[in-house]
């Protein structure tokens, strides 16, 4: 079962250092413009958030749902995206520079 968690509680924690953040529900997070550079979304519900702009650059969403989520112009680059589900997403002009796309659902 996948943790809820809201936004504010996610950047403080990742603003003290915390980057584990595996299986948790973040599912219509706003997260437009943040920078999560190196965070583990893996196994995270990330179903129809806002991504636009983020940097997720080195971040592990292995098995990550991201269903429906927004990817507009999204740093995803050495991203770790094995097994994620990115149907419906939307990830226009997404960096995908090195990313890991095995076995991406779409």
Do not use: C, W
Not at 63 to 78: F, M, R, S
Not at 92 to 103: E, T, Y
């Amino acid at each position: 079962m996948n943790k809820i968690m809201n936004v504010k509680e996610l950047l403080s924690r990742y603003g003290a250092g915390q980057r584990d953040f595996k299986n948790i529900n973040l599912m219509a997070a706003n997260l437009r413009n943040m920078n999560l550079s190196g965070i583990d979304l893996s196994g995270a519900n990330l179903t129809k958030a806002n991504l636009t702009r983020t940097n997720l650059s080195y971040a592990n969403l292995t098995d990550a749902i991201l269903t429906g989520a927004n990817l507009t112009e999204t740093n995803l680059t050495k991203t770790k995206l094995t097994n994620a589900n990115l149907t419906g997403a939307n990830p226009n002009d997404a960096i995908l520079r090195h990313a890991d796309l095995h076995g991406v659902i779409t």
